[in-house]
Nanobody, 123 residues
Framework: QVQLVESGGGLVQAGGSLRLSCAAS????????AGWFRQAPGKEREFVAV????????YYADSVKGRFAISRDNAKNTLYLQMNSLKPEDTAVYYC????????????????WGQGTQVTVSS
């Protein structure tokens, strides 16, 4: 199965932008649906966005719709999350995840997880 490594997190002011990347290695990334989740201190891990294998279907949490964009480049085995108009409430550790069978908002449906990257938005 694939292994996932996130990058691109950091500190940004409210209203700014960041692009997260998730590099996949191992088995063919294109055979997996992929998603982004986030977890703030003291809170449960929550769904952010999901994209299917061929990039013709995406779905977003209401809290990020219109501000975030998920995409993937299967030739580069990489998943992306473009985050615009960031808010302090977007502060969290962001995780990418992959599933061979599910296109889901539920963390338990995902088989593989990255280690996470911290995003901090200052007000």
């Amino acid at each position: 199965q694939v292994q996932l490594v996130e990058s691109g997190g950091g500190l940004v002011q409210a209203g700014g932008s960041l692009r997260l990347s998730c590099a996949a290695s191992g088995r063919t990334f294109s055979s997996y649906n992929a998603g982004w989740f986030r977890q703030a201190p003291g809170k449960e891990r929550e769904f952010v966005a999901v994209i299917n294998r061929s990039s013709d279907s995406t779905y977003y949490a209401d809290s990020v719709k219109g501000r975030f964009a998920i995409s993937r480049d299967n030739a580069k085995n990489t998943l992306y999350l473009q985050m615009n108009s960031l808010k302090p409430e977007d502060t969290a550790v962001y995780y990418c995840a992959a599933s061979r069978s599910s296109y889901s908002t539920l963390p338990r449906r995902y088989d593989v997880w990255g280690q996470g990257t911290q995003v901090t938005v200052s007000s």
